[in-house]
């Protein structure tokens, strides 16, 4: 039986795009943990692991401070998302 994109999205409901974030947000987390695991493993002529797990780790936390913008301020959701 063939099923067409728009009557799948009809009988499923639209994406929550919050959903989508949080999602996101999680996955970037489990990154960064596992980057740190293997910048711990790694030898030390093997640079920028570090790094790259930290901005991870700070972009999985931005996002999820957009994904909340709803339970707190407007102002300070945009300054810190957008500071990190």
Known sequence: ???SIVSWGAAMGMIDLRTVMLVSCGMLAIMGVVMVSAHR???DNIRGTG???LGSLV???SCAV???RDWMPGAVSVI???AS
């Open 41 to 43: 493993d790694l030898p």
């Open 1 to 3: 039986m063939v099923v």
């Open 51 to 53: 790094l790259w797990a």
């Open 59 to 61: 972009l999985s936390a």
């Open 80 to 82: 810190v998302a957008d």
């Open 66 to 68: 957009v994904a909340m």
